[in-house]
């Protein structure tokens, strides 16, 4: 599982908000088809793209950690409390 990374929010880029998987996973019906991207820290830093869309995410039956979901067919474990982005208008229907 990897380790919980916090990143700036909003992003200075694209203006994407953070919010957490847990919270995420848990979004309001009206936004259950709706984009999340996943920021790769790596990639930015060697000048790749660092976004990553997110297909799905599907919680643990521990309640505690996350499989977050990536086309084609990869997964990443990871904690409740990792931080994925959002557009600033869906973060903003969240809240």
Not at 21 to 41: H, K, Q, T
Request: charged share 20%; hydrophobic share 35%; with cysteine.
């Amino acid at each position: 599982m990897s380790a919980t990374i916090t990143y700036p929010d909003p992003c200075p880029e694209t203006g994407r908000r953070v919010v957490t998987v847990a919270e995420w996973n848990n979004r309001p019906g009206g936004l259950i088809d709706e984009s999340a991207y996943w920021f790769n820290p790596e990639a930015a830093d060697v000048g790749l793209d660092p976004w990553r869309l997110i297909e799905g995410i599907d919680a643990h039956t521990n309640g505690r950690e996350f499989d977050v979901l990536f086309p084609p067919a990869s997964y990443r474990t990871v904690t409740g409390e990792q931080q994925i982005y959002v557009s600033a208008k869906h973060f903003a229907m969240m809240k």
